[in-house]
Nanobody, 120 residues
Framework: QVQLVESGGGLVQPGGSLRLSCAASGSILGIYAMSWYRQAPGKQRELVAIITGGDTTNYLDSVKGRFTISRDNAKNTVYLQMNSLEPDDTAVYYC??????????????WGQGTQVTVSS
């Protein structure tokens, strides 16, 4: 059984910063791509940032230059540093990862989500 547990969400004023963390645990042999999605009320879930096993990154255009995705493979953890936050960044943020377990099967997993609210 694999679990992804996010932390670091909260309420922040416009222009502020937050750092999200997502730790994977369980019978893990390896983790490939890790990513962050978000879903605002009434909107579809969208990909915010992705980091491959080779540390290649890609970002949603609206967060480029403000958000940074990184990973610590020793801790099976992915981070999202969010700076210069805007009200439009308000959403539930979800961690996602492609993980190989001891069954040697690669499956896709989601975290439970963490709320980020940007408001004055």
């Amino acid at each position: 059984q694999v679990q992804l547990v996010e932390s670091g969400g909260g309420l922040v004023q416009p222009g502020g910063s937050l750092r999200l963390s997502c730790a994977a645990s369980g019978s893990i042999l390896g983790i490939y791509a890790m990513s962050w999605y978000r879903q605002a009320p009434g909107k579809q879930r969208e990909l915010v940032a992705i980091i491959t096993g080779g540390d290649t990154t890609n970002y949603l255009d609206s967060v480029k230059g403000r958000f940074t995705i990184s990973r610590d493979n020793a801790k099976n953890t992915v981070y999202l540093q969010m700076n210069s936050l805007e009200p439009d960044d308000t959403a539930v943020y979800y961690c996602n990862a492609d993980i190989m377990t001891i069954s040697t099967k690669v499956s896709n997993y989601w975290g439970q989500g963490t709320q980020v609210t940007v408001s004055s």
